[in-house]
């Protein structure tokens, strides 16, 4: 494969200084505008005469729609960019605060509601801010600046206490009016002074695979419930805290307004230094520290203190212990190496002790009523997760040699010519249909191929996996070309050799679902807490199996760190060389040590150079060579579940682990002394 890449422009992270506050300012303003009904709730069940359940309905609908609306609004965000939703989502946010005006006008409690419910959009715009922000900063200050961009939640705080004083000098219609163009003028800001980072590449695949993906993480309900005890017991409260206030307390519509403004402004204030403090002690101790803070004053605000002083005391005093841990969660949620996965790690020990095995029930799918082809010729197809990339080019060396040693194979290798998943499941349908007796997989992703792949077994066509796995259900067999903790202890220990035990890196990934590189992050991220803890990890960036984007990639990352950049790890075959052409351009080899998976051949010229001292891999050839096999023993009965090897011609037997894996064997290190000794 070619290494070359444009020369790069300079890209570094100027004037995100500037992009954090206007991305602040525009939170705040949607925040004021979803809040727009709470604070003058008591005037609407005045007037429209409403009950206790009335009044929660009307005040709790923007907040449902607001939270809930979130997912699309980050999925979105992923593939437009901060600028453009930002800027969307502030003016569109003017409509419903009319329309909402309109209702109030007329006394329509339905339309309140059904308006209220549109009005649930301007809330959505944190799901914005982060992923804007972050791609700004370095995991080590992101708490910090996604705490400081979080203080935007003191738009709550601006309505509460100037919504009702605006409504008392101006008049209600003058109040909605001014808002909306606020609204209007902070969007026109936002699209001529905000930019997206540098940092941030637009990730256009399809939305609801990577929803059912993050669906099936653990991580992803945890960090969701800890985010609603936190955030949404804050939002709940200050909403409702004007009418409580007037229930309890008989406070007025505006000194009841003032004191939910005193408690916004408390959680604003302590939701910077949260993130702050995440950064520097970590998210799970301020956690804590928020929820027993929380609920302490929970406690006692539930015995309904005297009001100012004691009542006072006791409402600040929560607002800070739930403002402590808004910034915390999201901090806790970034401080996992992004691009693992959720899956459990075995780190192997830190010298050469070799890991003990352990036994595991057959877990892969079977076909149904396959066809007798045992002994007879048989016709698969190889779809590996794209063509034309010298390591696919191996891959599918192998398994023709395979076929043509076997004799009773006729096999061809096709695909998409890029890493897209649904391109990948298309070429399989069609293989389906058009009839095949075996499929050859490397997965884009695990979870989104699996239903094409079970309607081949379901088929009778037999489905053998290899290089990335799917579901195990989805296959019978997946040939692992060395188990994971193998590689995550490679690269770990190559790295630590050459850049030190207290050095700092980034890596450069394919994407943050594909299953082969999840696991390897995973697994060098459980290795290196165990065995090397001083490592320090900057960020992973994603860049789609593509040689320039990867080649970008990496220049950002030395570009935004600078001197703290110790070393760039690259978990393909193609973000390896782009990473060593990038680092040989900015004339840092020598200074960042690449540590990466690929092809002996795409990096010999960077360890020659000794710009590349440690490539880890094994030989993809015999990969596909092994897979080949794999399949004719399925076909022929040889390998059924129970198996505890298979033979695999030349390789010899190969032993079956974790189940229905077939192990290839454990990783190799290329290094300058034997990569010439290769010729893939």
């Not at 880890?616 to 596909?624: A, E, I, R, S, Y």
């Not at 009965?637 to 079956?656: F, I």
Request: charged fraction near 15%.
């Amino acid at each position: 494969m070619s290494t070359t890449a444009p020369t790069p422009t300079s890209t570094a992270l100027q004037g995100r200084t500037l992009n954090l506050w206007l991305a602040l300012l525009a939170f705040a303003i949607t925040f004021w505008a979803w809040n727009i009904i709470g604070p003058l709730a008591v005037q609407y069940a005045a007037e429209l005469d409403l009950d206790a359940t009335q009044q929660s309905l009307l005040v709790a609908t923007p907040v449902i729609v607001g939270s809930l609306g979130r997912i699309l609004t980050g999925a979105l965000t992923d593939r437009y960019g901060g600028r453009i939703m930002f800027t969307i989502l502030t003016a569109v946010s003017a409509i419903p605060v009319l329309l909402v005006m309109f209702a109030g006008l007329i006394g329509s409690y339905v339309l309140l509601i059904v308006f209220g419910f549109v009005l649930g959009i301007a809330g959505t715009t944190f799901a914005i801010g982060i992923p804007f922000v972050n791609a700004w900063y370095e995991p080590s200050r992101r708490g910090f600046a996604t705490g400081l961009f979080g203080a935007g939640m003191g738009g709550t705080a601006l309505s509460s206490l100037f919504t009702p004083r605006m409504v008392a000098w101006w008049g209600y219609v003058a109040t909605h009016i001014a808002i909306a163009v606020a609204l209007l003028v902070v969007a026109a800001l936002v699209w001529f002074l905000m930019r997206d980072s540098p940092a941030w590449k637009p990730n256009r695949d399809p939305v609801l695979p990577k929803l059912a993906a993050a669906s099936k993480l653990a991580v992803t309900w945890q960090m969701a419930f800890l985010y609603a005890v936190t955030f949404g017991g804050f939002v709940a409260f200050s909403t409702y805290l004007p009418t409580y206030l007037k229930e309890v307390y008989s406070f007025d519509l505006a000194d009841a307004g003032a004191r939910t403004a005193g408690f916004a402004i408390a959680a604003v204030v302590a939701r910077p230094v949260g993130g702050w403090l995440s950064d520097k002690i970590g998210p799970p101790i301020v956690l804590g520290i928020s929820l027993a803070g929380a609920a302490i004053m929970a406690v006692v605000i539930a015995f309904k203190p005297p009001p100012e002083l004691a009542a006072g005391t006791s409402f600040v005093l929560m607002a800070l212990a739930l403002g402590l841990g808004l910034m915390s969660g999201a901090a806790y949620a970034q401080s996992a190496w992004t691009g693992g996965d959720d899956l459990p790690t075995s780190p192997l020990a830190c010298d050469d002790t070799p890991a003990t095995p352990v036994a595991k029930e057959f877990d892969g799918g079977q076909p149904t009523n396959p066809p007798d082809r045992k002994g007879q010729q048989i016709t698969v197809v190889d779809v590996p997760k794209l063509i034309g990339i010298g390591y696919f080019n191996a891959t599918s060396k192998g398994i023709a040699e395979a076929a043509a040693e076997l004799g009773n194979v006729d096999v061809k290798t096709d695909g998409p010519t890029q890493a897209n998943i649904d391109q990948q499941i298309s070429f399989i349908d069609n293989y389906i249909t058009s009839g095949v007796d075996g499929i050859l997989f490397a997965a884009n992703d695990p979870v989104a191929i699996a239903p094409v792949l079970k309607k081949a077994l379901g088929a009778g066509i037999r489905v053998v996996g290899y290089d990335a796995n799917s579901t195990p259900d989805a296959r019978e067999w997946f040939v692992n070309q060395a188990e994971f903790n193998g590689i995550g202890k490679a690269m770990i220990d190559a790295f630590a050799k050459e850049a030190g035990e207290d050095a700092s890196f980034a890596i450069v990934t394919s994407t943050f679902t594909t299953p082969n590189q999840a696991r390897w992050i995973s697994e060098m991220a459980a290795y290196a807490a165990k065995c090397h803890p001083n490592l320090k990890w900057l960020e992973t960036v994603e860049a789609q199996e593509d040689n320039v984007l990867s080649f970008n990639q990496a220049t950002t990352l030395i570009n935004k760190y600078g001197d703290e950049l110790d070393g760039l790890l690259g978990m393909t075959s193609v973000a390896t060389p782009a990473t060593a052409e990038a680092v040989t351009q900015a004339g840092k080899c020598g200074q960042i040590a690449v540590v990466g998976l690929a092809t002996p051949n795409s990096m010999k010229p960077y360890v020659e150079k000794d710009c590349v001292k440690s490539v880890v891999l094994w030989n993809p050839v015999d990969l596909g060579y092994a897979a080949m096999y794999a399949m004719r023993a399925v076909v022929d009965g040889e390998l059924v579940p129970g198996a505890t090897s298979v033979k695999a011609g030349k390789l010899g037997d190969l032993q079956v682990i974790n189940g229905s894996e077939i192990l290839l064997g454990a990783p190799f290190v290329f290094t300058k002394e034997n990569i010439g000794q290769f010729d893939f």
